[in-house]
């Protein structure tokens, strides 16, 4: 296992364990506001200081974690679940109207990045994080979609798919028990990248308040909060930004060394 | 060549085409009755049947698609209800600071990506690459936003070399390049790391292609087989991803310009959310839309010009 | 004084000893080729002279081009050297060339890196070289719209654009059809004698060196076995080695008598058209026609050839046969069964045919075991055998075609190119079809591992009866393994028929062009013991 692999783990199970630890215990409760207590820096009675409320900055990074990772895994799995069904479709029909179809539909998707379509959300169903997760999901699916049929195809040229095709096997059966199998690597990779990439957009998304609402706590929104008082009191932007930076930087860690464990070869797209 | 362009055309506007549909589908079919949401519950019946009258929805959804479309073709974006002015002025004050900004940063990422990718890959395993490859690990991972506002904290508030925020105008155009250069660089150097790590692995899978090893038996060094041969050829997936990039950019930028308090669409777009100006949102999120796609169709263009490849197909 | 001389070539990349005291010399005019199998380190070798060895790789020795040491030389002096004293041509020529540069500019780049001139001149130059090589296209062409050939000179162009005293070529005709590989030889031939340069050739090709070379080196594992002029070494060859290698080269195997009787397969007037690019912007699409009015037939039991360069229409063929595609004329039975009925694929005929592909690599899901692998025929299988019906199936497959039963759980990158290819007739044989398409199936294949293969079909053939389509471009193979022979042009089956008969008195001139291009090796000479 590379250095990237370790540092990628680790980082990524810290966010994991605080996030989990959250639904059982947190410093302090983070709907007690406790105005006199406000501002205070890091090292005090609060580890990582308090915010403008006088809420424990801490759990707020725990809740928020939950967040981050609840939004950032569902919209993966939505991206996953149809765009790898769609490109092993376009690729099985290779060249026929279905691919064009699927293929120009995910140009048009590509045309509205997550941010056009939480506000497009947004403007018609209001703000919530079930909203960002749809937003961000939308957007991975041609992601998925596209890499699955780029891989596919190659494979579909192989010597051992058409000796499965002169064995008789219909090629949802091909797709299913030769390419898929064939591309699971490249898609927990990419599956890892897409996974950090939801992370910033979920917090980009809570920060502009088009994501989840108080008082689901959320390192957006609290960057947002501290963005007046950054020149008082910067651990209030500091600390939130630096647990966004190092768990999408452990989560692309883990991603490249995923890849270089697994296989160098594999070619992640990145946007 | 002809073909390929007439090809991509059409696309374009098939693209724009669809794009417009689900644009008026969210904003106009699926609230309903779109007169009444933006007015909220309280709102009294006569001023709903005014809005409704105003917004033509007494037609049927077809004309009201076509009209909407024609109008935007004209130039005609609608009145806005809340600014009671045409949003075509609303954009037009705004698409000054946005667009700029957004161009202002494409420029500055391409700019430090390029070299940062070609030294990187032409040192691959030195101490420059991997010094590089950690930064653009980073760079990867910082948000854009935060990253303005670390920038407003050092440079404005500490250093005072900015303002940190706010926009004085394209009077005087260096102060208002001034205005955006922090905006710019919080956008662009996320962008930058992600281009430098794609111009890098492009470069070196290039360098592993037989054309190269062709271009050293000929007598050409390691820089020049990569300067003359490798850069080119890897250009095609470069622009492929500086393409998507001015999507990103152009929606990054509505996000930045919260952070620097700038009048752009941004501000616009978030205002009329939270006004439920429908009007005002269905046409900024039209233009950001055709922006995009127009990019793109700019890109698969300049594909034609870089691969003679594409340039005899279809 | 030799303008080429390799002293006691040592070659080691981290750990593994890749080249062991390797030593050669060269005159000028004189084609000296190298040979051997794969990781024999003739590659190597040639990289090595042109100093561009990959990274991590440490050589010792001599290697003296014109008296220079090129292990010694500096970086930037052997960028001197590359193009200008020596030239280099490499086997694929689709990959060899910058698809965004125009082939002349390609070419004028060698001159205008070594020399002071001017742009005008310099593609005037290549111009003047690449016409010289025999291509008949301008130059301002891009590669993807050359042929492999045409491509090939191109390489050949840019390496001798500066006259080098030194033209490497590794397998440079490997990639190629016969006939244009015979113009290519010809023309290198040419070249050397007008140039009066010395010809490196790196081939795997015995045929190709008996033919064209003056002086022939083999090498095996990194050590040069033997090296003497062509004629001598012919005659007298010393390693047992060069002898294996010759004698596999030239392969022949006893096949059985006849037996089967009846008609097998029967192909009528078979037609298929591709759609092609259109020639105009809204113009109708033009059709290619890969099959035209084909027509054939096989009895059981018969071993069939077929034979024509690529792009005649041998892969449509087979994948018309198996079912994979549909014809747009004509009809293709098996045993009196269409292979399609109503637009699908027969099922009822699919299982009595099976297929082996040429690539080893490319042929097995990496991703399963080998009992998955060889098991996939019983798809095709109303009632698929289980439990111990289907380990004892397994287990005669392997058996049949010489692996252990135990290799049953293994994954196929724990086996070499000649055991997947057993591996390959395994997964054919499973399901015991009456008829196997074996399509290049011993192309990619070492000469010693082509012979045991090819021994493995003939034995096969003795134990039960078994007709099979066997494609290929190597005539000699064909013309040892099959009773029949069908040759193919253009979508057409210009000639078949007695093997035997087909080789020794062609009657299409395609045929005869064929056989005549295609380079022979030398008879054995049987008398070395008297010497």
Not at chain 1, 13 to 23: E, G, H, N
Not at chain 1, 233 to 249: D, E, K, N, Q, S
Request: hydrophobic residues 50%; charged residues 15%; proline residues 5%.
């Amino acid at each position: 296992m590379s250095r990237n692999l370790i540092i990628g783990i680790a980082l990524t199970a810290i966010f994991l364990v605080l996030a989990a630890v959250s639904f059982l215990w947190t410093p302090y409760d983070i709907e007690a506001l406790d105005i006199p207590n406000k501002l205070q820096g890091p090292g005090g009675a609060n580890l990582l200081g308090t915010d403008h409320f006088g809420r424990d900055i801490l759990s707020m990074i725990m809740m928020g974690a939950r967040t981050s990772i609840a939004v950032a895994l569902v919209a993966v799995g939505i991206g996953m679940a149809i765009g790898i069904p769609l490109g092993l479709l376009a690729a099985a029909r290779r060249g026929s109207l279905l691919d064009e179809l699927i293929m120009r539909g995910n140009d048009l998707v590509f045309a509205f990045p997550s941010l056009v379509i939480a506000i497009l959300i947004t403007a018609v169903f209001g703000a919530s994080a079930v909203n960002a997760i749809i937003a961000i999901g939308i957007f991975n699916i041609p992601v998925f979609a596209r890499l699955t049929r780029g891989a596919a195809l190659p494979l579909w040229e192989r010597d051992f798919i058409l000796a499965a095709r002169v064995c008789g096997k219909s090629a949802a059966r091909i797709s299913v028990e030769h390419i898929l199998p064939n591309i699971t690597n490249l898609m927990i990779v990419q599956g890892t990248i897409q996974f950090s990439l939801g992370i910033l957009a979920e917090a980009a998304l809570s920060y502009i308040g088009l994501g989840a609402q108080p008082p689901t706590a959320s390192w957006g929104r609290m960057l947002a909060d501290a963005q007046t008082l950054v020149s008082i009191a910067p651990h209030t932007a500091l600390v939130p930004g630096f647990a966004i930076l190092l768990m999408v930087l452990g989560l692309n860690l883990l991603g490249d060394g995923l890849r270089d464990w697994l296989d160098p070869r594999i070619r992640v797209a990145r946007v | 060549m002809i073909r390929y362009a007439l090809g991509r055309l059409t696309s374009l506007i098939i693209s724009l085409f669809v794009a417009s549909l689900v644009i008026f589908a969210v904003i106009e079919v699926i609230p309903g009755d779109p007169a009444a949401f933006m007015l909220g519950v309280n709102a009294r019946p006569d001023t709903i049947a005014a809005l409704r009258a105003e917004m033509g929805l007494d037609q049927s959804v077809v004309t009201r698609y076509f009209d909407w479309v024609t109008g935007l073709l004209r130039g005609d974006f609608g009145q806005s209800w809340t600014y009671k002015t045409p949003v075509a002025d609303l954009i037009a004050d705004r698409i000054w600071v946005s667009l700029p900004l957004a161009i202002y940063a494409l420029i500055l990422s391409t700019l430090i990506a390029f070299p940062a990718g070609i030294y990187a890959a032409s040192r691959r395993g030195g101490p420059g690459d991997i010094t590089i490859m950690g930064a653009t690990q980073l760079g990867v991972a910082i948000p854009n936003f935060w990253f303005a506002m670390i920038l407003v904290l050092i440079f404005a508030i500490n250093l005072r070399w900015f303002s940190a925020g706010g926009f004085p105008g394209w009077g005087d155009p260096l102060q208002a390049i001034k205005a955006l250069t922090l905006p710019a660089i919080a956008l662009a150097l996320p962008q930058a790391a992600i281009l430098a790590r794609v111009m890098r692995s492009s470069l070196l899978d290039m360098l592993g292609e037989d054309f190269i090893r062709t271009a050293r038996a000929k007598g050409l060094t390691r820089r020049q087989a990569l300067w003359r041969h490798a850069v080119r050829n890897a250009l095609i997936p470069v622009l492929t991803i500086i393409g998507l990039q001015f999507s990103f950019l152009l929606a990054g930028g509505i996000i930045i310009e919260q952070v620097f308090f700038l009048p752009g669409l941004g501000r616009l777009i978030f205002q009329s959310i939270s006004a439920r100006d429908l009007i005002v949102v269905e046409s900024v999120v039209m233009l950001l839309v055709f922006t995009v796609i127009v990019v793109n169709f700019a890109v698969d263009l300049a594909y034609a010009a870089v691969d003679p490849r594409l340039r005899a197909r279809t | 004084m030799s303008i080429l001389a390799i002293n006691g070539l040592s070659l080691r990349i981290g750990q593994t000893e890749i080249l062991h005291d390797v030593n050669l010399s060269m005159q000028h005019g004189e084609i000296v080729a190298i040979t051997g199998e794969s990781g024999s380190g003739k590659s190597m070798t040639a990289l090595s002279v042109m100093g561009l060895l990959p990274r991590g790789a440490v050589a010792q020795g001599q290697i003296l081009l014109d008296g220079v040491d090129i292990l010694q030389t500096a970086e930037p002096d052997l960028c001197q050297m590359r193009g200008n004293a020596m030239g280099m041509v490499f086997q694929e020529p689709m990959t060899a060339l910058n698809p965004v540069q125009t082939i002349g500019a390609q070419v004028a780049e060698t001159i205008l890196i070594h020399e002071k001139t001017t742009k005008v001149e310099a593609h005037q130059r290549a111009a003047a070289m690449l016409e010289r090589v025999g291509l008949k296209v301008a130059p301002t062409r891009y590669p993807h719209e050359l042929s492999g050939g045409q491509r090939q000179r191109v390489v050949i162009a840019m390496a001798i654009a500066l006259r080098p005293k030194l033209l490497i070529a590794d397998e440079p005709t490997t990639a190629l059809d016969v006939t244009t590989q015979a113009r290519i030889l010809d023309l290198l031939q040419d070249l050397v004698r007008e140039f009066d340069m010395g010809l490196l050739l790196i081939t795997h090709d015995l045929a190709v060196v008996a033919d064209v070379a003056d002086h022939i080196v083999v090498m095996q594992k990194g050590r040069v076995v033997e090296a003497a002029p062509t004629a001598q070494l012919l005659a007298n060859m010393q390693h047992p080695y060069t002898r294996a290698l010759f004698e596999a080269s030239g392969h022949a195997v006893q096949l059985p008598e006849l037996g089967g009787v009846g008609q097998l397969l029967s192909v009528r007037n078979v037609v298929r058209d591709y759609p092609a690019r259109r020639k105009a912007l809204l113009g109708p699409r033009p059709m290619v026609r890969a099959l035209d009015d084909v027509s054939f037939q096989m009895d059981h039991g018969e071993r069939v050839g077929l034979v024509g360069e690529s792009g005649c229409g041998k892969s449509t063929l087979t994948r018309a046969i198996l079912g994979l595609e549909e014809v747009q004329g004509g009809d293709i039975r098996l045993d009196g069964e269409p292979v399609f009925t109503h637009h699908r694929p027969n099922l009822a005929v699919r299982r009595r045919m099976q297929v082996v592909f040429q690539d080893p690599y490319s042929s097995f899901n990496p991703r399963h075991r080998v009992d998955r692998l060889i098991t996939e025929p019983f798809h095709l299988l109303d009632d698929p055998p289980q439990g111990k019906a289907r380990a004892a199936a397994i287990a005669k497959a392997l058996g049949d075609v010489g692996l252990s039963p135990g290799d049953a759980g293994k994954y196929i990158h724990e086996f070499s190119g000649g055991q997947r290819q057993r591996i390959a007739i395994a997964r054919a044989l499973i399901i015991e079809p009456e008829l196997i398409i074996f399509d290049e199936a011993v192309s990619a294949l070492d000469v010693s591992v082509r012979a045991q293969v090819l021994d493995l079909i003939a034995d096969l053939c003795r134990k039960r009866p078994l007709a099979y389509l066997f494609i290929s471009h190597d005539l000699s193979v064909v013309r040892t393994v099959t009773d029949r022979v069908m040759v193919m042009q253009a979508g057409k089956i210009v000639e078949q028929g007695d093997t035997e008969q087909v080789f020794t008195n062609p009657q299409h001139p395609y045929t005869q062009t064929l056989i005549a291009a295609a380079p022979k090796l030398p008879e054995l000479s049987h008398a070395v013991e008297t010497v």
